[in-house]
Every structure is written in structure tokens, then in C-alpha cells.
């Protein structure tokens, strides 16, 4: 080792080292016709995904559910989607998956089931059922819901029940019920089933809405100066004091025993709170999705980007964890639309800025997650009518807004861009009308541009943003200063160049232009002059002048140890 270069110590750890790409099952591959993505369509594309050189595979909600919110209202923990095919059929996925060295992490959702699970039926049967209180139960306030409280779906937390003449709560849509974590029995459930699938041998979890699990005690109504119908109430329900007790008690009664990968969706945790989450000593979780980036789309930048504050947000976590924790680094999931289309530009530079993007994320300090379709630069759907949307979040939202007045156009502008839907669209394998997803009828359409944007065409073309993805995955298998390597922001005043250092046994500097005009690199080109370039996003392979960053261009180079 070089002793020019300081090294930081950081226990190596499969899950660091591995590349993640999730799959959405319904939109990925269908194998019979149904124009429903299956496990037998994910099972046929596992050569393309070991040669794309990931190594986890996390899979959205396979099992049995009404599809409300697409799978994540589960009627049946330990059952498999009849549209995704049977338990038989997740075995051998596993199997064959396990046969490549491909890991599977599933999808937890622990916050809330399906109205049709049967603990709900029994929940709501009487007030006195063994089950009722693994639910959510309260009595209306003078013929009104409980308290004013928001679901994150736009509608009450709170849904009348007949019944008993009483109301449930759901934090998302009507149909997925919160659990009730003060419930110990209920918990206890949860954790038998957690176990029945890592004694079946699943890798490990991704696991949903975890920060929702605790509400604030007493359920007070949130403040409403205006007088809303509903109060938007993260405060009521997400990340509440005590939440950490209820994940704490989860982790060591499953995760804990299992040689596993835990990564938690935490929506209101910051970064001084994540250890807490992800510290090896706390021994909860191995890393969370943070949500701070996300807030980062709908700025007023020439593409939707603010750089000045992306810097500052990532940099928070990439130090903040750093020595204390581990990153998950993502741009794209099933929630947000295509980063193509967010953050880079889909027309004028649409290869540039996908592998600019990919650049910039991938290279950082902690594990790389994969949406599907993200390696080919899939872009947004270009939505014309409401109808054309599936989501339940989508309808609810078009709903109040159609009761506060809005008229149909400015409602269908208002998501079109922001829509969950953009990214849950059939991926492309080729260019024929159903992009080779299924030969029955989508779903949900296939974007039109699977006529150029596809597999097929990437595969046999080394400059497309699928062989870059390739390029990049190697590089980052064959250093692991860029795995484990300290992470420090470069040019942090640069207005269109986000541009960072990876240290440990080598030295890395990462340059991503992120506009669509040239950037001068003048006055740093003194600290990467004798430097190796190892990658690059210009056609041809070299960049047409060492000094300036063409639009979108991105480069890594290796500093030569002294
Ligand atoms: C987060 C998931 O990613 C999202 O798709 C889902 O709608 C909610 N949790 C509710 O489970």
C-alpha cells in the first residue's frame, strides 16, 4: 500500500461491495402473455443481469396482494402474486439467481397489509377479536374522523368501518391498513414470517416505510390555520420519537442472526439521526434510503436541478456517515420519475446526461442501486390523459384537486412530470411495439421510445448508456479505493461541475459537467495533469480538450501515486 495516500479503515463487507439493481416484477418481463411481468420473465433475463455485472437483485412486492398500491398491500406475507406466478417458481428464481452469483432481496412492508389480509378481516369482524388491535382503531369525533391527519395519498389517515361503527387508520391509501407496532403479538407475527423467508434463504430486505411504524401518542390534531379538509401529517407519523425502539426490537429478533443485507426506506431521517439506523454497533439496519435528494427535483433550474444544494446534500451524507456508516446511492426507484428526464436533459443530450448522472452517483461512497431501465436511460412517458395513469396516489391526488376546482389540464400538468408512473412503464428490450415485454397487451404502455431506447440496440453498441453502466460497474469491482476510499467534494463553488475525490490505496477525481454548456476547468488542471483517465462519457473515447468539460461530460481519473 501506499503510504502517501491516507487509508481509511472500513470493514469490508459483501453488501458494500455489491451493485444493486432493482426490479419492478410487474413491468419487467412478462413470460406468458398476460402483458403482467412474472418471475418467469425475471428468471429468463438473469444472463443480461449478470452481464450487466450487478450481483443483488431486489425485487418490489411479489406476493399476494389486491394491487391497490401495486403489490405493496400484501394480503398473504408467505404467498406469491397469482399474476407473478407461484412459490414453486420463487424457488427456482432463487435458485438460479443464487447459481450466478446473484443475491435476492426482497421487500418488506411492515408499516401496513392489504384490508384483505385476514388479520384484517378479523381486525375489523368485532371490537372484541383477538385481532383488533393489531389494527388501527378509534372512534369518529362527533360523526367525524379521529383527527385531521393526511395520508401521504392525499385522502384522511382515517376510514370509516360500518362495522363497529368505528375508523382505521392508513398512513397511504384506504386499502392498506397501518399495523399496530404496540401490538406485541402482532410484531411477533411479523418477525415469524421475516424468519420463514431467510430461512428459505432470501439475502436480505429492502424494507418499506419503516419510519412510519410509530405515531405520535395520543394522536393530536395537526395545527390547520387555514382550515384545510386535511392537514398533511408526517409530524403524526413519520419518524417519531420511539421509532428506533420498535426497529430495534425487529432487527434483533430477525436480521440480526442472518448474514444479510437491510436497507431501510426512512423518509424523515436526516443525516445526524442515520447512525442511530445504520451504525455496525447499533446493529439495526446496514444502510437507509434518505429522502433529502428527493427533494431535489422539483426546483426551478434550467433542468429541474439545483446544484449548488445536490453538492450540499450529498456531501452531508457521504461525510457524515463516513467512519459511522454505509451509503445507499440511488438516483432512480418505482417512486420518483426518471432521472434522465429530472435531472439531465432527454433530448439535446440524452446519452451525455444519463452517463453523466450515472457518474456522479455511482462513484461515491457506499452501495450503487440500479432502477431497471435506468442502465439504458429510460426517459419519462409522455402522458396525454389522466386515464393513462394506474397509480392510486395519482387518482387520489387528481380527485382533490378536481374537488378544490382544478380543471382537467392544469391537473394532468401538474403531474405529469412528477408522476410515479413515468418509471414504472414496461422496460424496453427491443424495438418492437411492446418493447419485447410481452406479446399479450401491457399493463401499463410501453414508452414509444423503445423504438430507439432498448436493450437490444445497446447491447451491440459499446458506446451506449447500457455499456457504459458496464464500464462503470467494473471500475468500481476492480479499486476498491472507489468502494471504500474517504470521499471529499472538489470545486465546491463550480456552478456546472459537481467534481469529488475518492482516497484510500490509490487516489480517484470524479468530474461530472451537469449542464448543457461547456465548463471550464482551467484553474484546477494542475491537480489531475499527469493523471490516468480510467473512464469517460465522450463518444470516441477521449475528450476533445483536456481543459474544458463538453456538456454533460464526465470523467474519471487516477492519480498516480507519488
Ligand atoms: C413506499 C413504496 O416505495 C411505495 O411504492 C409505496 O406506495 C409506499 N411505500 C406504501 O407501501
Redesign the pocket.
Known amino acids: 500500500m501506499n503510504t502517501a495516500f491516507p487509508t481509511q479503515t472500513s470493514e469490508r463487507t459483501w453488501w458494500k461491495e455489491a451493485v444493486v439493481y432493482q426490479i419492478y416484477p410487474r413491468s419487467f418481463m412478462d413470460s406468458n402473455g398476460d402483458g403482467i411481468g412474472d418471475l418467469n420473465g425475471i428468471i429468463s433475463k438473469l444472463d443480461y443481469l449478470q452481464e450487466l455485472g450487478v450481483t443483488v437483485l431486489w425485487l418490489c412486492p411479489i406476493f399476494t396482494s389486491p394491487n391497490d398500491?401495486?403489490g405493496?398491500d400484501i394480503s398473504d406475507y408467505q404467498g406469491i402474486m397469482a399474476d407473478f406466478g407461484t412459490l414453486t417458481d420463487f424457488d427456482r428464481l432463487l435458485e438460479e439467481a443464487h447459481k450466478r452469483g446473484l443475491r435476492i432481496l426482497l421487500d418488506l412492508?411492515l408499516?401496513?397489509s392489504s384490508d384483505e389480509h385476514p388479520w384484517f378481516v378479523e381486525s375489523r369482524s368485532s371490537k372484541t377479536n383477538p385481532k383488533r388491535d393489531w389494527y388501527i382503531w378509534r372512534e369518529g369525533k362527533n360523526g367525524q374522523p379521529p383527527n385531521n391527519w393526511e395520508s401521504?395519498f392525499n385522502e384522511s389517515v382515517w376510514e370509516y368501518d360500518a362495522t363497529t361503527d368505528a375508523y382505521f387508520m392508513h398512513v397511504?391509501s384506504r386499502k392498506?391498513p397501518d399495523l399496530n407496532w404496540e401490538n406485541t403479538d402482532m410484531r411477533a407475527a411479523l418477525y415469524d414470517m421475516v424468519r420463514w423467508w431467510l430461512d428459505k434463504g432470501v439475502d436480505g430486505f429492502r424494507i418499506?416505510?419503516i419510519s412510519h411504524i410509530r405515531k405520535q401518542p395520543g394522536l393530536p390534531d395537526m395545527p390547520n390555520p387555514n382550515g384545510l379538509a386535511t392537514v398533511p401529517s408526517a409530524a403524526g407519523h413519520m419518524n417519531i420519537d420511539g421509532v428506533m425502539d420498535y426497529i430495534s426490537d425487529l432487527c434483533a429478533n430477525t436480521f440480526a442472526h442472518y448474514d444479510i443485507m437491510t436497507v431501510g426506506?426512512a423518509n424523515g431521517v436526516s443525516v445526524d439521526q442515520a447512525p442511530a439506523w445504520v451504525a455496525p454497533d447499533a446493529r439495526n439496519f446496514n444502510m437507509l434510503f434518505q429522502f433529502e435528494q428527493l427533494k431535489l427535483w422539483q426546483t426551478d433550474g434550467a433542468h429541474g436541478l439545483d446544484l449548488a444544494h445536490l453538492k450540499q446534500v450529498l456531501t452531508r451524507w457521504q461525510k457524515g456517515l463516513e467512519g459511522q456508516g454505509w451509503n445507499a446511492l440511488f438516483v432512480e426507484?418505482?417512486?420518483i420519475p426518471r432521472i434522465v428526464s429530472t435531472w439531465g436533459d432527454d433530448a439535446q443530450y440524452w446519452r451525455e446526461s444519463a452517463t453523466a448522472i450515472a457518474t456522479l452517483y455511482f462513484l461515491m461512497q457506499g452501495t450503487p442501486f440500479i432502477y431497471q431501465g435506468q442502465e439504458l436511460g429510460m426517459t419519462n412517458y409522455p402522458f396525454t390523459e389522466l386515464e393513462q395513469f394506474d397509480d392510486v396516489?395519482i387518482h387520489n391526488l387528481a380527485r382533490q384537486r378536481r374537488e378544490q376546482g382544478w380543471g382537467e389540464e392544469d391537473i394532468l400538468n401538474s403531474i405529469r412530470d412528477n408522476a410515479?408512473d413515468n418509471s414504472r412503464t414496461p422496460m424496453q428490450w427491443d424495438a418492437t411495439r411492446h418493447g419485447g415485454f410481452t406479446t399479450g397487451t401491457p399493463w401499463l404502455a410501453v414508452n414509444p421510445n423503445t423504438r430507439h431506447i432498448n436493450v437490444a440496440s445497446q447491447q451491440s453498441d459499446p458506446e451506449s448508456v447500457l455499456s457504459y453502466y458496464q464500464r462503470l460497474i467494473r471500475l468500481r469491482r476492480d479499486h476498491p479505493t472507489l468502494i471504500y476510499g474517504q470521499y471529499d467534494l472538489l470545486l465546491e463553488e463550480h456552478p456546472q461541475v459537481f467534481a469529488y475525490c475518492r482516497t484510500a490505496e490509490e487516489r480517484f477525481i470524479v468530474l461530472c459537467n451537469l449542464s448543457d454548456s461547456p465548463a471550464d476547468l482551467e484553474h484546477t488542471l494542475a491537480d489531475f495533469a499527469d493523471a490516468q483517465l480510467m473512464l469517460g462519457n465522450q463518444t470516441g473515447g477521449r475528450p476533445r480538450s483536456l481543459s474544458i468539460l463538453a456538456p454533460y461530460e464526465a470523467r474519471v481519473y487516477r492519480i498516480r501515486p507519488d
Open positions: 398500491d401495486n405493496y412492508v408499516n401496513h401521504i397511504f392498506q418499506d416505510a426506506e426507484n418505482h417512486d396516489a410515479r
